[in-house]
């Protein structure tokens, strides 16, 4: 059960990963003529439709990543401990730290990213934005060195 939870927690982490990647590339880097390229298409996208999207992802991402939290405490951490792999320890802490300021943001996200958009809030969004991305990609990539380290049910 804990594998399946695990897949399905990485398949929801990409989808969140896709989202708020679009999202900050939208606001930071805005298309300026028609889309051609697949760069150009990337950043014509609309950046509002992706904040919904993005909290509830990251909501579903984090309650899953609580219910596999405690056998990764039993069954990963000790491991990583033992072989003092202390980088990968401190990566994961972060992660802990980082996850629990992205649920803090969530509200304040959602109220700068609703209809209708002010333009005074602009650089507000696109920094609330720039700092969920940069959480969600830690995330992600910690998250899956340490299960390469060691994974669940090894």
Do not use: D
Request: proline share 5%; charged share 10%.
């Amino acid at each position: 059960m804990t594998t399946l939870l695990l897949i399905v927690h990485g398949l929801i982490a990409v989808g969140l990963l896709g989202a708020v990647t679009h999202q900050a590339i939208a606001v930071w880097a805005p298309a300026r003529q028609p889309a051609g390229s697949f760069a150009g298409r990337a950043r014509s996208v609309s950046a509002p439709v992706y904040s919904t999207a993005i909290v509830v992802l990251y909501l579903c991402t984090a309650v899953l990543g609580g219910v596999l939290y405690p056998e990764y405490r039993l069954e990963v951490r000790s491991v990583i401990e033992q072989l003092k792999l202390w980088p990968a320890f401190g990566a994961f802490e972060l992660k802990e730290h980082f996850a629990a300021i992205g649920l803090g943001m969530l509200p304040a996200y959602w109220v700068f990213w609703r209809a209708p958009l002010s333009t005074k809030h602009a650089r507000t969004r696109a920094m609330l934005t720039v700092m969920l991305a940069f959480i969600v990609w830690w995330n992600f990539l910690t998250g899956h060195v340490l299960n390469n380290i060691r994974g669940f049910g090894a």
